[in-house]
Nanobody, 127 residues
């Protein structure tokens, strides 16, 4: 069983930066991990994933601005967000799954339901 707890959300002005953290209980070293976000009235959107070997995939609109990474302990996940935009105001969730494709799968357009989810951390970007 894996439990995930996000932190690092908050309010920032347009163009600002935030770094989200996800602390995992249980061994996530061999799991595919990712960040998702959901704005009010909108469907959940995948942001980025990282596989156990460190390979990453980002949705096109975020390339160059967001960076997903694992901590040295392997039980921590980060999302560095730069040049934030007001439309990126959302609840951000950390998730984990044992899907074998992970970043490779996302790069082909495949999507699946992740098994483990955190409670989310709110990010608000003001204009």
């Amino acid at each position: 069983q894996v439990q995930l707890v996000e932190s690092g959300g908050g309010s920032v002005q347009s163009g600002g930066s935030l770094r989200l953290s996800c602390a995992a209980s249980g061994n996530t070293k061999k799991l595919c991990m990712g960040w998702f976000r959901q704005s009010p009235g909108k469907e959940s959107e995948g942001v980025a994933v990282i596989d156990p070997d460190g390979r990453t995939f980002y949705v096109d609109s975020l390339k160059g601005r967001f960076t997903i990474s694992r901590g040295a302990s392997e039980n921590t996940l980060f999302l560095q967000m730069n040049t934030l935009k007001p439309e990126e105001t959302a609840m951000y969730y950390c998730a984990a799954d044992d899907h074998p494709l992970c970043a490779l799968g996302w790069s082909t357009g495949a999507r699946w339901d992740f098994t483990y989810w955190g409670q989310g951390t709110q990010v608000t970007v003001s204009s």
